[in-house]
């Protein structure tokens, strides 16, 4: 089907363009794990643009904002699936299960995840078990959070001033809480910048595990929620008084390091509206 302009200063010959490009075919059975993004529909690639005019079936997390689902024909059918922590959720099983069951139906299936499907997306445990099941499917990768949330926060993840190393991690495991198998004091020397994804539950336990392997309290942490949206709000903080937060929004990206001087000269964002300073 065609694609339709969002905006209206886009020139039609443009969007033709866009409409006619040589976009693989999404095959009747087959599964598509997409990347949304961070937040705004702006920030979807051209793939998961065209993969959303031509699904049979939107299956999307909790993070996909209503502005890029309202981007599909309104025939399309969707399915929420997604996982909030302390609020009724589906199984990743039975996420899993419908997959296969709707790609056997001869559906083409859209996946559709907030962020990038294989960072801490589970994309690679869904996509292991399409294969399992003989279901083809596609990757479509997407602007990770940790990425492109922060840089909407004005905090390069890398800076040659800075670091030359960052280290992305998750703030809870399976089972919802702190990952058990982290090498914290590893974790604490293994870079100067920290990436936490999922972490707001736990910051108070994370944080003291990274004091207690050597982090210094005055190192200033940044939590950015609801990133890339008009939503987003900044709150800032050292490392020491972390323990201490509560009642911080989500969903949210957390980064721990030197990269955070920069926001003041960076803070470029217009829709941010909301920043905090703790302690």
């Known amino acids: 089907m065609p694609l339709k302009a969002p905006e209206a200063n886009v020139t039609n010959s443009h969007f ?7 976009f693989p075919p999404f095959e009747p ?54 996982k909030r922590g302390g609020k009724p959720s589906p199984k990743q099983a039975d996420i899993t299960i419908s997959l296969i069951d709707l790609a056997r139906q001869g559906k083409r299936v859209l996946r559709l995840k907030g962020g990038d499907p294989f960072m801490f997306g589970r994309g690679g445990e869904e996509a292991g078990e399409l294969a399992r099941a003989g279901i083809p499917f ?15 926060a004005g905090l390069p993840v890398t800076h040659r001033d800075a670091n030359h190393t960052v280290l992305f991690l998750t703030g809870h495991d399976e089972t919802g809480t702190v990952p058990s198998a982290v090498d914290w004091s590893a974790v604490a020397r293994a870079a100067p910048v920290i990436v936490m994804f999922m972490a707001v539950k736990h ?29 987003q709000s900044v709150i800032e903080t050292g490392l020491g008084q972390a323990g201490a937060m509560t009642g ?28 905090h300073v703790f302690g």
């Open 16 to 22: 033709e363009r866009l409409a006619q490009a040589d």
């Open 138 to 152: 596609r990757i479509v990768p997407g602007i990770s959070a940790g990425l492109g949330g922060l840089a909407y």
């Open 248 to 275: 911080l929004p989500t969903p949210a990206i957390v980064v721990l390091g030197p990269v955070a001087r920069y926001r003041k000269s960076l803070d470029w964002y217009v829709g941010q509206a909301r920043r």
């Open 29 to 82: 059975g087959s599964v598509w794990l997409v990347g949304a993004g961070p937040g705004g529909p702006g920030l979807l690639t051209l793939l998961a643009y065209s993969a959303l005019g031509r699904a049979d079936v939107i299956v999307h997390d909790a993070l996909v904002s209503p502005e890029i689902l309202a981007l599909a024909p309104d025939h399309i059918q969707r399915i929420h699936a997604g």
């Open 203 to 231: 910051l108070p336990v994370i944080a003291a595990r990274l004091l207690e392997s050597g982090r210094e309290p005055d190192e200033t942490l940044i939590i950015v929620a609801h990133a890339a949206s008009p939503e």
